[in-house]
């Protein structure tokens, strides 16, 4: 019912932020909750950041808490991560996904999926 695009990524050297997006199409993410995920080539897709669309309420991984701040923009009905302090092991393809129930974890059902988008932080 709901599509999601990622943008934002790109090249950026350690040390430095990014802003990641992403933007729900064909439906409002009201009813959502809304995770980020990362998956660096050789490795298991691992959870970032996680919020829920009603409460607001988030989760961040050990590995990205304190650097990383997740948000929503109810307005545009998007979900942004703010990516501050990058290490080179930062380095992944990041996604954005969505879960009909709000739960925001790394266990929540998330069905809807982007296409994700490349985050490479050099050192």
């Known amino acids: 019912q709901v599509q999601l695009v990622e943008s934002g990524g790109g090249l950026v050297q350690a040390g430095g932020s990014l802003r990641l997006s992403c933007a729900a199409l064909?439906?409002?993410?009201?009813?959502?909750?809304v995770g980020w995920f990362r998956q660096a080539p050789g490795k298991e897709r691992e959870f970032a950041a996680g919020i829920s669309w009603s409460s607001g309420n988030t989760l961040y991984a050990d590995s990205v808490k304190g650097r990383f701040t997740i948000s929503r923009d109810i307005a545009k009905n998007t979900v942004s991560l703010q990516m501050n302090s990058l290490k080179p092991e930062d380095t992944a393809v990041y996604y954005c996904?969505?879960?009909?129930?709000?739960?925001?974890?790394?266990?929540?059902?998330?069905?809807?999926w982007g296409q994700g988008t490349q985050v490479t932080v050099s050192s």
């Open positions: 064909g439906g409002t993410l009201s009813r959502y909750a």
């Open positions: 996904a969505a879960s009909p129930y709000d739960h925001y974890g790394p266990s929540a059902p998330y069905h809807h």
